[in-house]
C-alpha cells in the first residue's frame, strides 16, 4: 500500500527541457507536502523542490527560477519542469509525500541526463 508511480525525465541537451510527473494512490490519504529530490551516485539524496496542500512552494538555490513545481489535489499528483538543464542536473530523480498521518513514501525514481 501507499505507492507512488513516476514518469517522464530522460536524456536531453544542455538548455533543453523535460518534465517529471509522479501520481500517488489513494490509499497514502490526505498530502500534505509532495516534493521532489535528487541523488547521484555517491552522494546523498538532495532536495530540490517542495510543495504544500495549499499550494505554496519552496525551491532550493540551485534550481530557483529554472524549476517549477505544481500539484493536483484531487488527482494526487505532483509534477516537475524543468528548463535550461545543466549537466549538473543530471541524476535521478525521486517523488516524495507526506501524509498527515505521518506516512513518508517514496517514488522509484526516474533518470535525467543532460549532456554537454
Known amino acids: 500500500q501507499g505507492q507512488l508511480v513516476q514518469s517522464g525525465g530522460g536524456l536531453v541537451q544542455l538548455g533543453g527541457s523535460l518534465g517529471l510527473s509522479c501520481v500517488a494512490s489513494?490509499?497514502?490519504?490526505?498530502?500534505?507536502?509532495m516534493a521532489w529530490y535528487r541523488q547521484v551516485p555517491g552522494k546523498q539524496r538532495e532536495l530540490v523542490a517542495y510543495?504544500?496542500?495549499?499550494?505554496?512552494?519552496n525551491y532550493v538555490d540551485f534550481v530557483e527560477g529554472r524549476f517549477t513545481i505544481s500539484r493536483d489535489n484531487a488527482r494526487n499528483t505532483v509534477n516537475l519542469t524543468m528548463s535550461n538543464l545543466k549537466p549538473e542536473d543530471t541524476a535521478v530523480y525521486y517523488c516524495?509525500?507526506?501524509?498527515?498521518?505521518?506516512?513518508?513514501?517514496w517514488g522509484q525514481g526516474t533518470q535525467v541526463t543532460v549532456s554537454s
Open positions: 510543495i504544500r496542500d495549499d499550494g505554496r512552494a
Open positions: 516524495n509525500a507526506r501524509s498527515q498521518n505521518s506516512g513518508n513514501y
Open positions: 489513494r490509499d497514502i490519504g490526505t498530502i500534505y507536502i
